[in-house]
C-alpha cells in the first residue's frame, strides 16, 4: 500500500510551529539570565548622589568613599547596608570635615558580595533622610 503524501501546507505549518516554539524558548532563557537575581555576575561600582555630596563604593578596592560637594554647612553620610554580614546594617560613614573633602571606609567583603548604599545629608550628627539620594547597589570584586 501507498503512503499518502501529506499536503504541502500541513508540512509549512508543522515547521513554522517548530520555528515558534524554539524561538519562544530562546526568548525565555534570555530573560531569566537577564533578570535581576542574575544580576551579580560581576563585580559592580556603586555611586549615590545627594543635594551636598555623594558615596561611592569602588568594586575592585572595597573602598567606600563619602565626598562633600557643597559649602552649605552640612556634612555627608553614607547609610550602607553589607549582605556578606549576618547584621547587614545599617553602617554608617560620615564626612563631616566640609566642601572639597572626603573620608573613607576600606570594607573587607566577600567576592561578589552585595552592598546598598545612600548618601545622606548631615548636620550635627543628626542624618536628614529627606534629602537622602537614591539606593545604589554593587557587587564586591575579588578579596583584598
Known sequence: MRRRRQPAMSIVKRTATRLAVMVAVAVTATAV???????????????????????????????????????????????????????TGPYYKWNKEGNGTTTYAYLTMAPLAEIKVYACPEKGGIIITSGCGPAAFGYAGTEI
Open 33 to 87: 539570565a537577564a533578570s535581576p537575581s542574575f544580576a551579580a555576575t560581576v563585580p559592580t561600582n556603586a555611586v549615590s548622589t545627594a543635594s551636598v555630596g555623594y558615596a561611592y563604593f569602588n568594586a575592585d578596592t572595597q573602598i567606600l568613599s563619602v565626598h562633600d560637594t557643597h559649602a552649605d554647612g552640612y556634612g555627608v553620610v553614607a547609610k550602607y547596608y553589607r549582605y556578606d554580614r549576618s547584621n
